[in-house]
């Protein structure tokens, strides 16, 4: 789903992300909630994916896990996106890099993703004002193991960097 946001952006680069587990939900300025079917959860897994004015948050509910994922710039928390994050105990998995992009590389890449995610079921693209490369894109998916998971990108035309973030939460 392609959505236009009408607010801007709260963070200015990758460097003013932050990264939270299990904080409270944060004003959305759009929320798709997913219902996605695992084999490990007969009741399946809720899914909130949230476009924040500062980036993303996913709420995962399922009848043996519950997570608040936060990606953005926090007030009060010092900016720091962890390149890694695992719970083993959980199943919680959390990468993320940033990539330094060309400005044709960056428009190339953020028309792929909102040409690719804008009839998706299960994506969210949205985009800010100031131009079509302005975006916050989050797609989830189950497999066929029962694990879920979501990719997130953030992309910031000003510095030339596309955050890109992937979650994959393992479902007993």
């Known amino acids: 789903m392609l959505v236009t946001l009408d607010a801007p952006y709260a963070d200015t680069s ?15 300025l759009y929320v798709l909630d997913l219902d996605l079917p695992t084999a ?29 994922e936060t990606v953005a710039c926090l007030p009060g928390r010092h900016p720091e996106l962890p390149a890694a994050v695992a719970d083993e105990e959980s199943g919680y998995r959390f990468t993320a ?3 330094h992009l060309a400005p044709e590389e960056l428009v190339r890449r953020t028309a792929t993703l909102r040409q690719e995610l804008a009839d998706d079921p299960y994506a969210l693209v949205g985009v800010f004002p100031g131009g079509p490369d302005s975006i916050t894109a989050l ?3 189950a497999d066929a193991s029962g694990d879920i998971g979501w990719h997130t990108w953030h992309a910031y035309p000003q510095t030339g960097e596309l955050v890109e973030t992937e979650t994959t939460v393992r479902m007993r």
């Open 14 to 28: 990758a460097a003013d992300l932050s990264f939270a587990l299990e904080s409270a939900e944060r004003p959305a």
């Open 97 to 99: 890099r940033v990539l």
């Open 40 to 68: 490990a959860q007969p009741d399946g897994v809720r899914l909130r994916l949230r476009l924040l004015g500062a980036s993303h948050q996913v709420v995962l509910e399922a009848a043996d896990a519950e997570f608040i």
């Open 139 to 141: 797609r989830a998916r």
